[in-house]
């Protein structure tokens, strides 16, 4: 079964554009990690924020945690091209005795146009 | 290039036959999953090794479905007397327990897309 739900499923903007995806998921987590998929290919980690974190940084990617809602969002700035790919959020969870099996969300399809 | 190789890239079988997928993954790495992926959806947990140990099966792994790690290297997948539905992507990933092993990254290959006639 899938821990996280991506919002929109969807998502169509234009080169220089920000995007926003969200993840929520179900329940407590050691931490929060954000993979992209380029289609035909394997995931590539993007970003990891710890339980504890509220906020991280790397080059054009925000993303926010809020244990309290159990949601996240990763923001995209300045959108390119390149960014077109499927985003999936992923998620360890607490206690399940198996510390680094990562459960992922449905993924969020993002489509930057020139 | 010494990410995580993935063979075949593709297999077209016809049901009931058995197929097998290789991975290899980044040589220090001492953790392998695999995971399923099918169109449109998220990659889901199947199992997961530490070195030669198979440490979890979810329970989507049925009987039909066997995976090695002999020597703690690479990693087989076989699929006994296929179904059409285990027609999906299967990927491989590898990680490293070095630091907390809660915040290691999974690093995937490309994976094996399995079409089941």
């Known amino acids: 079964s899938q821990q996280g739900e991506e919002d929109p499923q969807a998502l169509s903007i234009q080169e220089g554009e920000n995007a926003t995806m969200n993840c929520s998921y179900k329940t407590s987590i050691n931490n929060l990690q954000w993979y992209r998929q380029n289609s035909g290919r394997g995931l590539v980690h993007l970003i990891l924020?710890?339980?504890?974190?509220r906020e991280k940084h790397s080059g054009r990617l925000r993303v926010t945690l809020d244990t309290s809602k159990k949601s996240s969002s990763l923001l995209i700035t300045a959108s390119r091209a390149a960014d077109t790919a499927s985003y999936f959020c992923a998620t360890t969870l607490i206690n399940t005795g198996t510390a680094s099996k990562l459960t992922f969300g449905t993924g969020t399809r993002l489509q930057v146009t020139l | 290039d010494t990410g995580v190789s993935q063979n075949p890239r593709h297999k077209i079988t016809k049901r009931g036959q058995n197929v097998t997928f290789r991975c290899d993954p980044i040589?220090?790495?001492?953790?392998l999953y695999w995971y399923r992926q099918t169109l449109g959806q998220g990659p889901e947990f199947l199992t997961y090794?530490?070195?030669?140990?198979?440490?979890?099966k979810s329970r989507l792994l049925s009987d039909r479905f066997s995976a090695e790690r002999p020597k703690g290297s690479f990693s087989t997948l076989e699929i006994q007397r296929t179904e059409q539905g285990d027609s999906a992507m299967y990927l491989c990933?590898?990680?490293?327990?070095?630091?907390?092993?809660?915040?290691?990254?999974?690093?995937f290959g490309n994976g094996t897309r399995l079409t089941v006639t």
């Open positions: 990933a590898s990680s490293t327990t070095t630091g907390s092993s809660y915040n290691s990254p999974l690093h």
């Open positions: 040589s220090e790495h001492n953790r």
């Open positions: 090794f530490q070195n030669e140990a198979q440490l979890e």
């Open positions: 924020i710890r339980s504890n974190e």
